[in-house]
């Protein structure tokens, strides 16, 4: 926003901050299905024990509805700015659940 002088355009600004939401939004839901996949290693390992669905504070149901609430909850923040932006977003989410996926297999993998 520095860049293109519109730092003190308030739709610039509002736009940034809800895409931003969204961002973050986006990120979590992937966040919280990693640790839903690593569930069981995470109980075994010394500090991941303690993030609230290994250590039970939170139940793995509750992430179940989360990741799609979120994902929701950032698709209707998208639907709010320009179209291009939904197409960075699903960028965005393809390489954070690859990332996730990929994780997840070469666990499997090194299991086996």
Same mark, same amino acid.
């Given at each position: *926003?520095?860049?293109?002088?519109?730092?003190? #355009?308030?739709?610039?600004?509002?736009?940034?901050?809800?895409?931003?939401?969204?961002?973050?939004?986006?990120?979590?839901?992937?966040?919280?299905? #990693? =640790?839903? *996949? =690593?569930?069981?290693?995470?109980?075994?390992?010394?500090?991941?024990?303690?993030?609230?669905?290994?250590?039970? =504070?939170?139940?793995?149901?509750?992430?179940?509805?989360? %990741?799609?609430?979120?994902?929701?909850?950032?698709?209707?923040?998208?639907?709010?700015?320009?179209?291009?932006?939904?197409?960075?977003? %699903?960028? =965005?989410?393809?390489?954070?659940?690859?990332? %996730?996926?990929?994780?997840?297999?070469?666990?499997?993998?090194?299991?086996?």
């Amino acid at each position: *926003m520095l860049a293109s002088h519109q730092f003190f #355009n308030p739709v610039a600004i509002l736009d940034a901050a809800v895409a931003f939401v969204a961002f973050g939004l986006t990120a979590s839901s992937a966040y919280l299905l #990693n =640790d839903l *996949m =690593d569930l069981t290693a995470d109980r075994h390992h010394p500090r991941k024990r303690r993030r609230p669905f290994a250590s039970g =504070d939170l139940p793995p149901s509750a992430g179940f509805w989360l %990741v799609p609430s979120l994902l929701l909850g950032a698709s209707a923040l998208a639907a709010l700015l320009p179209p291009y932006f939904a197409v960075v977003l %699903v960028g =965005d989410l393809k390489r954070l659940f690859e990332g %996730v996926l990929t994780e997840w297999v070469s666990f499997v993998l090194g299991a086996v």
